[in-house]
């Protein structure tokens, strides 16, 4: 999920830079479905999730084996845009905001 969701927000702020993440985690949580083989490959999906709030927002995460055509997991993050200079949480940027509301979901459908 760390992976997933680091890749997601730094393409949203068109960065690699590790330093532009200005977010913490506030709850993580995961819930495992089916069991994984030993090398399985899994495909990892990450989405927003309806509604975005003023300072946070919520990422969840699907986990499938394509082979076996299986959700084998579902996740959910909790993030708060946070400013690490002023140790406090901030607003969303609006383009950020944007961003998020164009790609997210209803947690209700499609099995997020």
Same mark, same amino acid.
């Given at each position: 999920?760390?992976?997933?969701?680091?890749?997601?927000?730094?393409?949203?702020?068109?960065?690699?830079?590790?330093?532009? $993440?200005?977010? !913490?985690? @506030?709850?993580?949580?995961?819930?495992?479905?089916?069991?994984?083989?030993?090398? /399985?490959?899994?495909?990892?999906?990450?989405?927003?999730?309806h509604p975005i709030g003023r300072?946070s927002f919520s990422l969840l995460?699907?986990?499938?084996?394509?082979r076996q055509g299986v959700v084998?997991?579902?996740? $959910?993050?909790? !993030?708060? @845009?946070?400013?690490?200079?002023?140790?406090?949480?901030?607003?969303?940027?609006? /383009?950020?905001?944007?961003?998020?509301?164009?790609?997210?979901?209803?947690?209700?459908?499609?099995?997020?």
């Open positions: 999920m760390e992976t997933l969701r680091t890749e997601y927000y730094l393409h949203l702020r068109h960065s690699t830079d590790p330093h532009d $993440l200005d977010i !913490i985690i @506030a709850e993580a949580r995961c819930r495992y479905l089916a069991p994984v083989a030993y090398q /399985a490959e899994l495909l990892g999906e990450v989405a927003p999730a300072t995460y699907r986990f499938s084996d394509e084998t997991a579902r996740g $959910l993050t909790a !993030i708060v @845009a946070y400013d690490y200079s002023n140790g406090s949480k901030k607003p969303i940027p609006d /383009a950020l905001r944007s961003a998020l509301e164009r790609d997210a979901v209803n947690p209700k459908d499609e099995g997020w």
